[in-house]
């Protein structure tokens, strides 16, 4: 999946300092003004992640 803008937030979010999905919503409307459904940042989170151990 491509390191676009959401992706790349859930990941440093998310992942590199373990924040809920909510507290990434929250991050993503403040700063960038996206308004994001929780249920697409958890599919997407869910991505990024098989992605990374299909890797590993």
Known sequence: M???LINSSLHA?????AKSI???????KMKYRLDI???VL???LNN???E???VA
């Open 2 to 4: 491509e390191k676009d």
């Open 13 to 17: 979010l998310c992942i590199q300092n």
């Open 22 to 28: 909510t507290e990434a919503a929250q991050y993503l």
């Open 37 to 39: 459904e929780e249920i």
């Open 42 to 44: 958890k599919k997407r």
């Open 48 to 50: 990024i992640i098989s």
């Open 52 to 54: 990374e151990k299909a």
